[in-house]
């Protein structure tokens, strides 16, 4: 009987992350030692019940850690489920990089009228390089929960690749702040690509936005962050 009660703590134990509970544990061990002491004459050897207290203490505390450290969260979401914006005002502020990178794949005839600049709006390139710089800058007002920051430069370079037939896009925002830039460099070759299909849909509908991606990130708490080539 004894035995089958341990087992049921034992189990119970497993689900059981909280300091409060971690104390109810400790003492349901506590009274079944002294009930094996009535009924066998003796406590229980130091390594049993004990150990089991000691072992469930380290996983509750790895659990914790992970938790509480390198698991990763979705910190728009508040404790209710509900979408919220992230309380940054208690961060450090640091210089914070992000590169980002987007690809346009416009087909052989649209990429031959784009390099002889012989579409009717005009140089593409330019127009977009415009567009990507203006939308980083106005990414708050875009994405809901995206910071109000104010970034010290923006860097967007198209190129011409003509063994895709495509507008290589890259991205760079940088500020001094308390929260990351990455979805402002991500901002900013996107409206970059929009801008380049917008200028381009006249001649072909074909026109496709691809391989929007983070290429790295640095400063704040998370550290540098490179993509793997």
């Not at 229980?44 to 450290?69: L, R």
């Not at 140089?123 to 990414?139: C, P």
């Not at 409206?191 to 704040?220: F, N, P």
Request: charged content about 20%; aromatic content about 4%; overall charge neutral.
């Amino acid at each position: 009987m004894i035995l089958r009660r341990l087992a049921v703590v034992f189990h119970q134990s497993r689900r059981l992350y909280s300091s409060n509970i971690s104390h109810d544990l400790a003492s349901r061990i506590a009274e079944l030692n002294k009930e094996m002491e009535t009924v066998f004459g003796e406590p229980p050897p130091n390594g049993f019940a004990g150990s089991v207290s000691n072992d469930f203490m380290a996983q509750e505390s790895q659990t914790s850690s992970k938790i509480g450290g390198s698991t990763p969260v979705l910190t728009h979401v508040g404790s209710t489920g509900a979408a919220q914006m992230v309380d940054v005002s208690l961060k450090e502020n640091s210089k914070r990089t992000a590169i980002a990178s987007s690809k346009v794949i416009l087909g052989k005839k649209v990429f031959d009228l784009v390099l002889a600049n012989q579409l009717a709006k005009g140089d593409v390139l330019s127009v977009a390089k415009i567009a990507g710089i203006n939308g980083a800058k106005h990414t708050s007002s875009l994405i809901p929960l995206c910071h109000n920051i104010t970034l010290t430069h923006v860097r967007v370079n198209l190129t011409l690749n003509d063994k895709d037939f495509s507008v290589d896009i890259e991205g760079e925002a940088v500020s001094t702040g308390k929260t990351g830039v990455e979805i402002e460099a991500l901002t900013a070759v996107t409206v970059a690509g929009l801008t380049v299909y917008d200028m381009c849909k006249a001649a072909s509908k074909d026109v496709q936005i691809t391989d929007v991606r983070l290429e790295s990130k640095s400063g704040g708490k998370s550290g540098d962050w490179y993509r793997e080539k």
